[in-house]
Nanobody
Framework: QVQLVESGGGLVQPGGSLRLSCAASGIIFRIGSMAWYRQDPGNQRELVATITSGGGTDYADSVKGRFTISRDNAKKTVYLQANNLKPEDTAVYLC???????????????WGQGTQVTVSS
């Protein structure tokens, strides 16, 4: 079965940086778009960044110029480089990936369990 595992979260001071990773494993024929979401208790889940299979990217206005999403297809991994972190970036960051499990099957979305990012002095 498909699993997504996030890593790289932690506690950083304002202005610091983190690189988050999300690795897909299991039965996977093809991976389409990949994305990062974040959610903080009491706040609505929001889309942070997306990257298409061709490498096209989109970002939420709140992170433009600070965050960069990238992918390594050979490793089935998507990354989020988060720079100049602010306290408002504190949240659980979740990976979402569009996957065709086997040839000819339908596309499905899969979620990781999340990695905690805390920005505090």
């Amino acid at each position: 079965q498909v699993q997504l595992v996030e890593s790289g979260g932690g506690l950083v001071q304002p202005g610091g940086s983190l690189r988050l990773s999300c690795a897909a494993s299991g039965i996977i024929f093809r991976i389409g778009s990949m994305a990062w979401y974040r959610q903080d208790p009491g706040n609505q889940r929001e889309l942070v960044a997306t990257i298409t299979s061709g490498g096209g990217t989109d970002y939420a206005d709140s992170v433009k110029g600070r965050f960069t999403i990238s992918r390594d297809n050979a490793k089935k991994t998507v990354y989020l480089q988060a720079n100049n972190l602010k306290p408002e970036d504190t949240a659980v960051y979740l990976c979402n990936t569009e996957i065709e499990v086997t040839r000819g099957s339908s596309w499905r979305n899969y979620w990781g369990q999340g990695t905690q990012v805390t920005v505090s002095s």
